[in-house]
Structures are given as structure tokens and as C-alpha cells.
């Protein structure tokens, strides 16, 4: 592998489009002529893992990455987030050598949960347009959870584990972790033997990943089912003006407090105007649209400066007729706090 990636970078180097660059950019040519090579090899190497380590912009490596394979005109495979996420496993210094018993586990079971729970993120829209790398850290983490939910576990934050595991936190990975609880927490409350009326507790969500991930696909329709059921019990309920009563509606159909915190059900029950705001799953940028500034144009004859003409100030002061209708008005309001007084 090492000659493989050798001779790609004498190629390319030679090329004309890579004879004058600086070193930030020959550094990630280095890069991604090992990039190239891992992956005809089938090694599951990601690009943010090469951009990690040569410590320098995501966009300069893809750019590099990019024009690289067409002047090296080879047909790289392409890597499935899930064949990377077993390599990514093995990273994490959690055996029983290196942690105690009790948070020790290996890097089979961590990768065979992960890869079930990533692809649960890919069918609810979090892996769409998304970096791999905190996808796979929220991933795992979640998954040393569940496999295992004791207490001394659950108290385990992202930070702290990464910690434990010896591996440096993304801080985008919580973001990710929070989405997916979400996910989890929505589909688990279609879990048939859960009681009803009772709302699912974070903590319980994570002693659920089993039977979630599990049924995940009967679980998926029944959350639209319910979710649309609401959807349209709530337009119902605002046509004929009557407020929908919370023992008529189930607790996931009422007002939901995410695991996250954000109110994103609530925000979808409403009436809002862009329609990712009404969908239980949909991708990241049609559920947080970004809001384009309107540029107003100024009008350049107007500099707050000007002179107030006599009609404008005329137009503010009260009319004789009007002074004396308010003078009536305040002398009758005077006299019904007198009557309502007296009696």
C-alpha cells in the first residue's frame, strides 16, 4: 500500500495542475494519494479521519481529492458509512485492559449496535448531508449505553467517555447524540407494551435500544400513522374552534417535550408555514431551513433629517370637534365610576 500510494503521488505531482502549490495543499495531495490507495484496497479510511491527522481544511481535502482522481483517471470504490464505522470501533480503548470491567466492552457488539443504530439515523433523514465522524462517535457512544444500561453508565456523558475511550471529542457529536435520542424516543413510544399514558423517560429509551432497533421498521410506520392520526385530530380541532382536551389525546399526540429539549413536535403540530416544520422525519435542511436575509432597499432621498411641513403638524393636533368629544366621553366615564361607586 505504501508503494501504491508512493507512486500516485509521483503522478501526480509531475501533473501540471499540482507543479505550483503550497505546502498546506502538497500536504493534503500526501494525504489523499493514501486516501486513494486505502480505498482500492477496501480499508475503510474516511477523509475526515486524513483530515484529522494532517490538521487543515475539510474543503482543501476534498478539493485536492476531487481533482486527484481525475488526473490519476482510477475508479475508486465508494465507502459506506457502516463499512468505516467497524474500522472506526477498534479506536476506541474500551476493553478490559484499558477500562474497568464494568464499562469494558468490545469492538464487535459496539460496531453491530452502531451500524444498527446509523442505520436507523439514515431511514429518519440525520445521516443526510452529514460529516461521518460524529455520526459514528454519537453512534457508538449510544451504543456502549444501551448495551449494557447500568447506572454508572447512563451518568456517562459524551465528554467523559470520550475521555475514557482516549479519543478526541467532536463537539458536532452531540448534536447528533441529541438526535438520535430523539429518534429513539419517538419510536418508542410505539412500543406496544409500554403503558399507556406513560411517558418514556431518556434513561428508559436506552434500555429500549434492543427492542427498538429490533422492530424498527413496525415502529417507523406506526410513529407516522399516529403522527399524521394528529396531525389531522389537530386540524379538526381548529376548524370548529374547540380546544383539543388532553384525555382525549394521547400523551405523544398532545404536547411533546423531545429528550432533547426542543419543542420540535410542538412546532409541527402548528399550523407553520414551510412543510418540513409538519413532518415527524425529514431531512436536517428542510426541518431547520435557513432564513434568507431580505435586503430592504433604502431610499436615498430619505435621511431622517428633513423639515416637518404645517399639513403634517396639523394632522397631529385634535380638532375642535374632536376636543370636545373627548371632554363628553371623559365627563360620562366620570359619571358611571360615581353611580357604580354610590350603589
Same mark, same amino acid.
Given at each position: 500500500?505504501?508503494?501504491?500510494?508512493?507512486?500516485?503521488?509521483?503522478?501526480?505531482?509531475?501533473?501540471?495542475?499540482?507543479?505550483?502549490?503550497? %505546502?498546506?495543499?502538497? +500536504?493534503?495531495?500526501?494525504?489523499?494519494?493514501?486516501?486513494?490507495?486505502?480505498?482500492?484496497?477496501?480499508?475503510? =479510511? &474516511?477523509?475526515?479521519?486524513?483530515?484529522?491527522?494532517?490538521?487543515?481544511?475539510?474543503?482543501?481535502?476534498?478539493?485536492?481529492?476531487?481533482?486527484?482522481?481525475?488526473?490519476?483517471?482510477?475508479?475508486?470504490?465508494? #465507502?459506506?458509512?457502516?463499512?468505516?464505522? *467497524?474500522?472506526?470501533?477498534?479506536?476506541?480503548? %474500551?476493553?478490559? &485492559?484499558?477500562?474497568?470491567?464494568?464499562?469494558?466492552?468490545?469492538?464487535?457488539?459496539?460496531? #453491530?449496535?452502531?451500524?444498527?443504530?446509523?442505520?436507523?439515523?439514515?431511514?429518519?433523514?440525520?445521516?443526510?448531508?452529514?460529516?461521518?465522524?460524529?455520526?459514528?462517535?454519537?453512534?457508538?457512544?449510544?451504543?456502549?449505553?444501551?448495551?449494557?444500561?447500568?447506572?454508572?453508565?447512563?451518568?456517562?456523558?459524551?465528554?467523559?467517555?470520550?475521555?475514557?475511550?482516549?479519543?478526541?471529542?467532536?463537539?458536532?457529536?452531540?448534536?447528533? =447524540?441529541?438526535?438520535?435520542? *430523539? @429518534?429513539?424516543?419517538?419510536?418508542?413510544? *410505539?412500543?406496544?407494551?409500554?403503558? =399507556?399514558?406513560?411517558?418514556?423517560?431518556?434513561?428508559?429509551?436506552?434500555?429500549?435500544?434492543?427492542?427498538?432497533?429490533?422492530?424498527?421498521?413496525?415502529?417507523?410506520?406506526?410513529?407516522?400513522?399516529?403522527? /399524521?392520526?394528529?396531525?389531522?385530530?389537530?386540524?379538526?380541532?381548529?376548524?370548529?374552534?374547540?380546544?383539543?382536551?388532553? +384525555?382525549?389525546?394521547?400523551?405523544?399526540?398532545?404536547?411533546?417535550?423531545? @429528550?432533547?429539549?426542543?419543542?420540535?413536535? *410542538?412546532?409541527?403540530?402548528?399550523?407553520?408555514?414551510?412543510?418540513?416544520?409538519?413532518?415527524?422525519?425529514?431531512?436536517?435542511? =428542510?426541518?431547520?431551513?435557513?432564513?434568507?436575509?431580505?435586503?430592504? &432597499?433604502?431610499?436615498?432621498? @430619505?435621511?431622517?433629517? /428633513?423639515?416637518?411641513?404645517?399639513? +403634517?403638524?396639523?394632522?397631529?393636533?385634535? #380638532?375642535?370637534? /374632536?376636543?370636545?368629544?373627548?371632554?363628553?366621553?371623559?365627563?360620562?366615564?366620570?359619571?358611571?365610576?360615581?353611580?357604580?361607586?354610590?350603589?
Amino acid at each position: 500500500m505504501e508503494e501504491l500510494a508512493e507512486d500516485f503521488y509521483r503522478r501526480s505531482y509531475s501533473h501540471a495542475s499540482f507543479l505550483r502549490l503550497s %505546502l498546506q495543499k502538497k +500536504e493534503a495531495l500526501v494525504g489523499c494519494c493514501v486516501l486513494v490507495s486505502c480505498r482500492l484496497r477496501n480499508w475503510p =479510511v &474516511a477523509m475526515g479521519s486524513i483530515t484529522c491527522l494532517l490538521e487543515t481544511d475539510p474543503a482543501l481535502v476534498g478539493g485536492v481529492y476531487q481533482e486527484l482522481l481525475k488526473i490519476l483517471d482510477v475508479d475508486v470504490p465508494k #465507502t459506506n458509512i457502516t463499512d468505516i464505522l *467497524e474500522a472506526h470501533c477498534r479506536e476506541y480503548k %474500551l476493553s478490559s &485492559a484499558d477500562v474497568p470491567e464494568e464499562l469494558a466492552e468490545s469492538s464487535k457488539d459496539l460496531a #453491530t449496535r452502531s451500524v444498527a443504530l446509523v442505520e436507523l439515523a439514515a431511514d429518519s433523514w440525520i445521516v443526510t448531508g452529514r460529516h461521518p465522524i460524529p455520526i459514528m462517535m454519537a453512534s457508538i457512544f449510544l451504543s456502549w449505553q444501551s448495551l449494557k444500561p447500568t447506572k454508572t453508565r447512563l451518568k456517562y456523558s459524551l465528554n467523559k467517555f470520550c475521555k475514557l475511550s482516549k479519543m478526541p471529542m467532536n463537539k458536532t457529536a452531540l448534536t447528533r =447524540v441529541a438526535e438520535m435520542k *430523539e @429518534v429513539l424516543w419517538k419510536l418508542g413510544q *410505539e412500543l406496544p407494551w409500554r403503558r =399507556v399514558g406513560e411517558e418514556m423517560a431518556p434513561d428508559d429509551v436506552l434500555r429500549n435500544v434492543a427492542d427498538i432497533l429490533q422492530h424498527r421498521y413496525a415502529l417507523l410506520r406506526a410513529a407516522l400513522q399516529t403522527h /399524521e392520526e394528529t396531525l389531522q385530530t389537530h386540524k379538526e380541532t381548529l376548524g370548529t374552534g374547540i380546544q383539543p382536551s388532553t +384525555e382525549d389525546l394521547r400523551p405523544e399526540q398532545g404536547e411533546l417535550k423531545s @429528550v432533547t429539549g426542543d419543542s420540535d413536535e *410542538e412546532d409541527s403540530l402548528a399550523p407553520a408555514a414551510h412543510w418540513g416544520k409538519r413532518m415527524l422525519f425529514a431531512p436536517p435542511c =428542510v426541518r431547520h431551513p435557513k432564513i434568507r436575509r431580505v435586503d430592504t &432597499a433604502e431610499r436615498a432621498d @430619505v435621511n431622517g433629517d /428633513e423639515e416637518i411641513s404645517d399639513s +403634517e403638524i396639523d394632522s397631529y393636533i385634535r #380638532t375642535p370637534q /374632536e376636543m370636545r368629544d373627548y371632554v363628553q366621553t371623559q365627563h360620562a366615564l366620570l359619571s358611571e365610576d360615581a353611580q357604580s361607586k354610590g350603589e
